[in-house]
């Protein structure tokens, strides 16, 4: 999955700043818990677009983090988007957490792909509709649970997280924990080393992008149609 750009300089959250593991700034490797023992990924200075906004890499389970970190600080608004959304520790720490924003007034919108979460648990999706989340599936596999065509082979891949107006995320990270390693909760399950994920936070108006698009997609899940009503391209010719 992806996500988020934690930014001291934003005019209305006070997120701590990007966590630097090790004795020389560095990441520690693939899907492990933070501390000094890395594979030599340094972690970059965030960059500063020409709109404002602010930049930053993350590298496997930190961004996971970083997200976990932004959703705790939403005030208004939370707006995810996801492949697999796992009921394993890290899932259910997510899907907690989201529910306790969700109990607080926080406006939450979940999508999730019903192939990609095939294996979840769906009860974490029913409690999490039951504390106020608004939760969709992205073409059921189920033929009878769909509200419109039987669409088996189009899925839904992308994972984004927008929090309240200026802070977004991409990147190749689901849900679970042998993309996190514990960096969110202390897992249970050994750790993976199958996979290397990235991912890019922004905090600024470039979060708008990305809220349009989740908008896009949320309208085509609820709405229907051709599945080209959910992409999102943005002045490209």
Known sequence: MALVAQSP???HLDLPPTPHEGEAGTS???NISPG???DGWIVPAPVTLSCGTRVQLYKDGESLHAAFEAIKHA???ICLEIYIFADDDTGRAFAELLCAKAKEGVKIFVIYDSFGSIFTDRSMFTQMRAAGIRVEEFHPIRPWEGR???RPVNRDHRKLLIVD???AGM???NI???YAGSWVVASTKPSCDAWRDTAVGFVGPAAHYFLQSFTQTWHYVMQGGRIGKAGFIHGLN
Do not use: F, T
């Open 9 to 11: 300089q934003s005019d």
């Open 176 to 178: 679970g924990a042998e």
């Open 28 to 30: 520690p490797g693939v």
């Open 148 to 150: 419109y065509s039987w």
């Open 36 to 38: 000094s023992e890395d």
């Open 165 to 167: 107006n200026d802070i």
């Open 171 to 173: 990147g190749g990270l």
């Open 75 to 77: 005030k208004r608004r």
